[in-house]
């Protein structure tokens, strides 16, 4: 599956340094599978204790099924918990757009399939404020065209290199490509002294 | 042109550049815990994969078991089950697991140096962020993801873009009540929150040079709240000191260290950055916001957010009522509700160490729970066979079990309501120490101590009456 153009509703969270403990909660990563977590994407800012909603804009009913989230700078720094990207996908959020990532969250994202990809901030003023105004938009992110369209606007991205070359090739779950080099891995490791 | 320690330790690793421009790099260490870990053997399952070098990895528990009723099953029935899972999976696939009470135990880590698995020159991973720690011999150390996870036990290989190297100096002599906590958290606090985004920091200088290698490891372990994906320090006759006679070193350990001293950057090495530090700028650091990067030392104000625009003035209001702390006040006088000594940044021998000498014959405020978690059980063991779990205790801390315990609170060790910590840990996320109002103040072992004995953040020079004579 080729992830070059993704389109989908988007939803804004606001706020630079939004860390994977903010996405998912430590007490959410009590599990063996991954299965289980799109309902705790960002629990304590959407939830109070009690379980009563905050109206968090994630739950906000024009927002409802919305495919793209956008947020600020730093996105996912913190922990390396694959939980929070794993939750992004199960709440059903494919892409996300920010200034910029933290680089294992970024990773992660990537070899789940989950594009993050970097726009300038006056790009992405533009771009949240017409989401806000016209929750309906459908927002697309092509990656041949390193690109975002939405409602007839086209905003520039940026993403890594390698990334993006992983993601039109549909290599970014690397596993295959690693065990292809067997006899290699053994011979490095025998040169090292670790075989 | 010489070449700096990462890319020596990486030249040797790469096995070949993969089609999308990454390059397939062998992992020498390979560190799992309950948390991040199990899923992977899921995933190998579903595949029919194997674990290929089951040598090259370490199993331990350290994240979610409780610190003060270690015995089994567990109370908390999930946290049995991850437990399980791995000792299970680890057993299968052949993979050495350092069960509780099997004296090995601990935080990751903590244990991985203790024992001389972690040696100079080697890639180390591990499902944890903080696994930059290791780079304080001379490691390139990464946090990785569970799927990562997943490609190692399968092929103990990791695809990877090469980072740029900042060297950062720090030159100059500590002054009293100033500790490596305090090094990193001004570094942070200079560099941000993400300067380090693509970078591997190299730390150098008088004051790296002086530190012993569990300083040097509390320093690399904040690389990650730096941004940056690894921090190293080059291997020197500290490192080697402090590695004879481990339980897993090679045991041709002077040829061994022919070989580490190799590693250590070239005189003449370039790097894409370089920042100086002047040890006399830092002082005893504490947080006062919701990222390691909003730091002050213990003598300024806390921020106010007139003089800032935009987001960033957003930023400082958002952690100021988080933290309900008034901008401008001193930090110094917060009021306190918890003091946490421990974790895989201040949880060694030598944390303990630092504060017995100083609490001694003090008593901890009358409204503060205290407690000191040892990060693994040997240094519960060392730490006791010296009197410290007594001395600990005499003045009013509780004296746990080994885990990471408070500064992450997946185990019962949690905050409840909006209570303040004063914690030697590494996040002072929202949230973060298990309550979703809780609020942590980050700093260094004797100012959590001076802030438990006083009741509030305090200055540890003034509370233990350091002085530049005191020894």
């Given at each position: 599956m080729s992830l070059s153009k993704l389109a989908g509703k988007g939803v804004y969270v606001q706020g630079n340094d939004i860390d994977t403990d903010r996405i998912i909660p430590a007490r959410y990563l009590k599990c063996v599978t991954f299965d289980e977590l799109g309902p705790s994407l960002f629990y304590d800012v959407r939830f109070e204790s009690d379980g009563t909603s905050k109206d968090h804009v994630l739950d906000a009913p024009q927002h409802e099924g919305a495919e793209i989230l956008i947020s600020d700078d730093n996105f996912g720094c913190g922990s390396s918990r694959e939980h929070a990207p794993q939750a992004i996908q199960k709440f059903g959020l494919k892409a996300v757009i920010a200034g910029s990532f933290a680089e294992i969250f970024q990773g992660n994202c990537t070899t789940l399939g989950i594009p993050c990809v970097v726009m300038d901030e006056a790009n992405r003023v533009k771009l949240t404020a017409d989401v806000e105004k016209h929750p309906e938009s459908e927002i697309i992110i092509d990656l041949e065209g390193m690109q975002v369209i939405c409602a007839n606007a086209i905003y520039p991205i940026q993403m890594k290199e390698s990334t993006r070359e992983a993601f039109l090739t549909s290599t970014f779950d690397p596993l295959d490509n690693l065990l292809g080099a067997k006899t290699e891995i053994h011979s490095t490791a025998k040169k090292l002294g670790y075989a | 042109m010489g070449k700096n320690l990462f890319q020596k330790v990486w030249d040797d690793h790469v096995i070949r550049q993969l089609d999308n421009g990454q390059y397939q790099v062998f992992m020498a260490l390979h560190l799992i815990h309950e948390v991040t870990s199990p899923q992977a053997f899921g995933m190998l399952k579903d595949k029919g994969l194997n674990v290929a070098y089951p040598k090259r990895t370490y199993a331990t528990v350290d994240h979610i078991i409780p610190t003060d009723n270690q015995s089994r099953p567990l109370a908390d029935d999930m946290a049995e089950k991850m437990i399980q899972v791995l000792s299970d999976a680890s057993s299968e696939h052949g993979i050495e697991f350092f069960a509780p009470e099997s004296g090995s135990q601990g935080i990751v880590h903590v244990v991985g140096p203790e024992l001389g698995l972690t040696q100079p020159g080697m890639t180390i991973c591990c499902g944890d962020s903080h696994t930059a720690t290791h780079g304080a011999f001379g490691c390139i150390a990464l946090g990785i993801g569970t799927s990562q996870v997943r490609d190692v036990l399968a092929s103990q290989t990791l695809a990877m873009d090469p980072l740029k190297v900042r060297r950062i100096k720090v030159d100059g002599e500590l002054s009293v009540g100033v500790t490596a906590k305090d090094v990193i958290l001004h570094i942070i606090r200079i560099?941000?929150?993400?300067?380090?985004?693509?970078y591997a920091y190299e730390y150098g200088g008088s004051v790296i040079d002086a530190m012993t290698m569990e300083e040097r490891m509390t320093v690399c372990n904040m690389s990650i709240e730096g941004g940056a994906r690894c921090g190293y320090i080059n291997p020197d006759e500290t490192t080697f000191e402090f590695l004879k006679g481990r339980e897993r070193v090679p045991s041709d350990f002077d040829e061994a260290c022919e070989k580490w001293r190799g590693y250590a950057s070239d005189l003449e090495a370039s790097y894409d950055d370089e920042v100086l530090i002047s040890a006399a700028d830092i002082k005893p650091t504490v947080t006062w916001g919701v990222t390691p990067a909003q730091a002050i030392s213990i003598e300024e104000l806390v921020p106010s957010p007139d003089k800032v625009e935009g987001l960033d003035k957003n930023l400082i209001n958002d952690a100021l009522s988080y933290m309900k702390l008034e901008a401008g006040a001193p930090i110094k006088g917060t009021k306190i509700d918890v003091a946490f000594i421990g974790s895989c940044t201040n949880g060694r021998l030598s944390d303990f160490q630092a504060v017995a000498k100083v609490i001694e014959g003090k008593t901890v405020a009358s409204n503060v729970r205290a407690i000191a978690v040892p990060g693994s059980e040997k240094v519960d063991k060392d730490a006791r066979a010296i009197g410290l779990h007594d001395l600990f205790e005499a003045a009013g801390f509780e004296w746990r079990k080994p885990g990471c315990s408070m500064c992450l609170a997946m185990n019962p060790d949690k905050l409840v309501g909006d209570e303040i910590c004063a914690s030697s840990s590494n996040r002072n996320f929202i949230g973060r120490q298990g309550s979703s109002t809780g609020r942590t103040i980050l700093m260094s072992p004797i100012m959590v101590a001076a802030a438990a004995i006083e009741g509030s953040v305090a200055d540890a020079r003034e509370v233990f009456n350091l002085t530049e004579e005191t020894p």
């Amino acid at each position: 599956m080729s992830l070059s153009k993704l389109a989908g509703k988007g939803v804004y969270v606001q706020g630079n340094d939004i860390d994977t403990d903010r996405i998912i909660p430590a007490r959410y990563l009590k599990c063996v599978t991954f299965d289980e977590l799109g309902p705790s994407l960002f629990y304590d800012v959407r939830f109070e204790s009690d379980g009563t909603s905050k109206d968090h804009v994630l739950d906000a009913p024009q927002h409802e099924g919305a495919e793209i989230l956008i947020s600020d700078d730093n996105f996912g720094c913190g922990s390396s918990r694959e939980h929070a990207p794993q939750a992004i996908q199960k709440f059903g959020l494919k892409a996300v757009i920010a200034g910029s990532f933290a680089e294992i969250f970024q990773g992660n994202c990537t070899t789940l399939g989950i594009p993050c990809v970097v726009m300038d901030e006056a790009n992405r003023v533009k771009l949240t404020a017409d989401v806000e105004k016209h929750p309906e938009s459908e927002i697309i992110i092509d990656l041949e065209g390193m690109q975002v369209i939405c409602a007839n606007a086209i905003y520039p991205i940026q993403m890594k290199e390698s990334t993006r070359e992983a993601f039109l090739t549909s290599t970014f779950d690397p596993l295959d490509n690693l065990l292809g080099a067997k006899t290699e891995i053994h011979s490095t490791a025998k040169k090292l002294g670790y075989a | 042109m010489g070449k700096n320690l990462f890319q020596k330790v990486w030249d040797d690793h790469v096995i070949r550049q993969l089609d999308n421009g990454q390059y397939q790099v062998f992992m020498a260490l390979h560190l799992i815990h309950e948390v991040t870990s199990p899923q992977a053997f899921g995933m190998l399952k579903d595949k029919g994969l194997n674990v290929a070098y089951p040598k090259r990895t370490y199993a331990t528990v350290d994240h979610i078991i409780p610190t003060d009723n270690q015995s089994r099953p567990l109370a908390d029935d999930m946290a049995e089950k991850m437990i399980q899972v791995l000792s299970d999976a680890s057993s299968e696939h052949g993979i050495e697991f350092f069960a509780p009470e099997s004296g090995s135990q601990g935080i990751v880590h903590v244990v991985g140096p203790e024992l001389g698995l972690t040696q100079p020159g080697m890639t180390i991973c591990c499902g944890d962020s903080h696994t930059a720690t290791h780079g304080a011999f001379g490691c390139i150390a990464l946090g990785i993801g569970t799927s990562q996870v997943r490609d190692v036990l399968a092929s103990q290989t990791l695809a990877m873009d090469p980072l740029k190297v900042r060297r950062i100096k720090v030159d100059g002599e500590l002054s009293v009540g100033v500790t490596a906590k305090d090094v990193i958290l001004h570094i942070i606090r200079i560099l941000g929150v993400n300067g380090g985004v693509g970078y591997a920091y190299e730390y150098g200088g008088s004051v790296i040079d002086a530190m012993t290698m569990e300083e040097r490891m509390t320093v690399c372990n904040m690389s990650i709240e730096g941004g940056a994906r690894c921090g190293y320090i080059n291997p020197d006759e500290t490192t080697f000191e402090f590695l004879k006679g481990r339980e897993r070193v090679p045991s041709d350990f002077d040829e061994a260290c022919e070989k580490w001293r190799g590693y250590a950057s070239d005189l003449e090495a370039s790097y894409d950055d370089e920042v100086l530090i002047s040890a006399a700028d830092i002082k005893p650091t504490v947080t006062w916001g919701v990222t390691p990067a909003q730091a002050i030392s213990i003598e300024e104000l806390v921020p106010s957010p007139d003089k800032v625009e935009g987001l960033d003035k957003n930023l400082i209001n958002d952690a100021l009522s988080y933290m309900k702390l008034e901008a401008g006040a001193p930090i110094k006088g917060t009021k306190i509700d918890v003091a946490f000594i421990g974790s895989c940044t201040n949880g060694r021998l030598s944390d303990f160490q630092a504060v017995a000498k100083v609490i001694e014959g003090k008593t901890v405020a009358s409204n503060v729970r205290a407690i000191a978690v040892p990060g693994s059980e040997k240094v519960d063991k060392d730490a006791r066979a010296i009197g410290l779990h007594d001395l600990f205790e005499a003045a009013g801390f509780e004296w746990r079990k080994p885990g990471c315990s408070m500064c992450l609170a997946m185990n019962p060790d949690k905050l409840v309501g909006d209570e303040i910590c004063a914690s030697s840990s590494n996040r002072n996320f929202i949230g973060r120490q298990g309550s979703s109002t809780g609020r942590t103040i980050l700093m260094s072992p004797i100012m959590v101590a001076a802030a438990a004995i006083e009741g509030s953040v305090a200055d540890a020079r003034e509370v233990f009456n350091l002085t530049e004579e005191t020894p």
